[in-house]
């Protein structure tokens, strides 16, 4: 029988392959364009996705998976990358660095909100609070 | 001369697509766990997944790539089509839920079997199966070999057409093959939401391209004051009595009001095909054919059809360089990485039909025709993976007719629609016509065929290679032929339904005759409402997709040499199409939910349990019988060569 996490998992694949790549398709057009406007459309879509991943969750009460929030953080992290090394390399225009701006901010703002309202703000601290074990014969 | 950088985005995006087809596939072959689930999905896909999967098998890729053409070609001179989505809808809600129950209850997972229990006719078993292989290698073959080229186009050159189509058809047998039908259901939804993405991506493209709607428009009427544009925003008659196509030529156009209804006929022959029922009995419960067929199907598949799909025609009839192919040319130049995307949602949409036609052509050759008359003693494991094996060779062939019967492919192509449309009545037997006996079924649909074979290309095109000209050609009076067929199916139905015995059914179709009758009698108020339904329904038939469709010429305005008087703003049969679809969802709605025909019935369906029968051995016969069949085919083909050589032009 399929599953509500299959059925869960075809909804996040089929948002992202819409949502995700006409965002990134905009960005793109929007950086050869040089129109903030074309970027901010894409980001408006990334964020859009989401947001729709974020519903399906509620729906089908699950989080993110593990290989989802790797991928998330990866993507970031080579996101940000990019950035830097053009910011770096001079060769971005005013358009290209604002519309990046735009994306991070609103990724980081909007990932600290949905840990907010999901955690409340003290346990979406605690997400990133590990608590090591302390074993008896630690150096004491 | 394309940029090199631009080329990389679509290989880049068709990773992507094998990576996540990839994925699903695993997912489906570990929920299989064995071979038991692999045909049907243990009949257990999700209502919504196969809502999304039959309306996007329905789209595919033709709507896209043959109906944008079409209007790009002729404009709106056959505006049927555009009401396809409510076409398609009509038979989902006809059949769907009927056809569940008594798949349910006997325990059936296709549509043969449907026909094998019910009418016990092994030739309307074999009609299925073959109807399956149609589907699978001549109409899937034909939007395959359209996208093999657009790749060609879009690679300038550095893919052939022969490589495209390979790698489409390994990418098809590599998900069918392994993943059976739950992999097909489950990429079918990603499939699904690319395809309806990239019909509405694209004809947002168009438009944009255009300079916006007012704008098309005011294209649309400058082209209505060339000579002879006015036919193109107009339908020429009810009928022509004309010898057909290729065989007399036609004053004016050829395309007609009785062209679009026969045209509407041979669009809901694909619910009426083994493909749909693959999907409908597949699913685990029948509470979505419903929505399914009244906002998906109808609502989203019937708008992405008005609108986009008229959209993307019309901005290549006013500029060719907006066609299917030169738009995305262009988008190819500018913005690789959207003809990328939109391009791969065609792909998907092709792949989805094609993958669902091999599973249910290479199941039914197995599991209806080798199996039971050659090897019954075949193990469940060898079945599926001879099943594959046959996916493979029928994908090989697609490919190779592809590349080098293109002719053949595309007569092949047009005979599924219409074919598969002459099985509505022995579904209408099983699922309101009690009165349609086995013998009156089986013979219509005989006669179904032949009515068809008789007036498309394939049949005459035999025929007077065999010798024997026809007097007419294709489609004769402006008529498709899938409703000469009807035609013919519906007189057969009748007078042997008339002189046969009406109760000579076996068991299994007496108890699914009993079941349905006792399970899903009409409510009062749907019994009620019932002459109300069938008027509504026949008026707009009528009115959208039939004779009506001249008061469509001048009911939102004039078209003449001046360019016409365009009321709102828009061809006025266009208009009269986009009032009708929305109507049409509203008498889909209706048949749905108020006349209770796909309604959600929620309940437990006991299998029914046959009188036990002792089985003999039959290896000795079945090895007989297949030698038989290896002698006769041989001996036919040795006639057919031998007739030809004689008579043959």
Partial sequence: ?140 | MINAGNLVWLPLYALFYVAVMLFWTRVAARENGNHETYFSAGHSLSPWISALTLAAASLSGWFLLGGSAEIAARGFAQPGVLQAGIVLALPGVLFFKRMWFVGQRLRLSSQAELFHSYFDSKFLVIVSVVVAVVFAVGFAGLQLRALSELIGMLSGGMISPLVASLFLGVVLFAYVGIGGMRAVGYFGVIQSVLAFTAIVGLAGFALMSSGGFAALNAGLQTLAQSPDGGGLFQVAGVIRFSAGLGRDAVMGHAETALTSLSVAMAFMGFQASPLAAKIVLSTRNANGFAAGQTWVMAGIVGGIIAFGMAIIGTAGLINPQLSLGGMLAQLQAASPWFMAWLFLGAVAGVQLLAGLGLLTAGEGLVRHIYKPYFHSSLSRVATVNLTRIVIALLALVSVLMQSLTPVTLSALGALALPLAFQLWTPLLGITWLRWITPAAATVGVGFGIAGVLLTETMGYEVLSFLGLELPWGRWPWTIHSAAWGMAANIAAVLIISAITNRNAFGAEAQEARRFVQSTLRMGRRARVLSAAAWSVALAWIFLAVGPGLVFGNFAFGTVDASGGAWSVGMPSIWAWALLFWALGVGLIWFLSYKMEMASPYLMDIPAYEPPRTLHHDQTRVEGERLRKLVVTGALAFILVVLVAFSFGS
Avoid at chain 1, 14 to 40: H, K, M
Avoid at chain 1, 122 to 132: L, N
Wanted: a neutral charge; glycine letters at 12%; one cysteine or more.
């Fill in chain 1, 1 to 140: 029988m399929s599953t509500p996490k299959t059925e869960r998992d075809l909804l996040v694949f089929s948002i992202w392959a819409v949502l995700g790549f006409a965002g990134l398709a905009f960005l793109l057009e929007g950086f050869t364009r040089d129109s903030y406007f074309v970027c901010l459309l894409g980001t408006a879509l990334i964020v859009a996705a989401f947001v729709a991943h974020i519903i399906v969750n509620f729906l089908f009460q699950q989080g993110f998976r593990p290989g989802e929030t790797v991928l998330g953080i990866g993507a970031f992290g080579v996101l940000t990358f990019t950035f830097i090394a053009g910011v770096l390399s001079g060769s971005m225009s005013m358009v290209d660095y604002y519309s990046g701006l735009t994306l991070f901010s609103i990724l980081i703002v909007g990932f600290i909100a949905y840990l907010s309202t999901r955690h409340g703000l003290r346990g979406a601290f605690s997400r990133f609070h590990v608590k090591t074990a302390v074993s008896e014969d630690s150096g004491r």
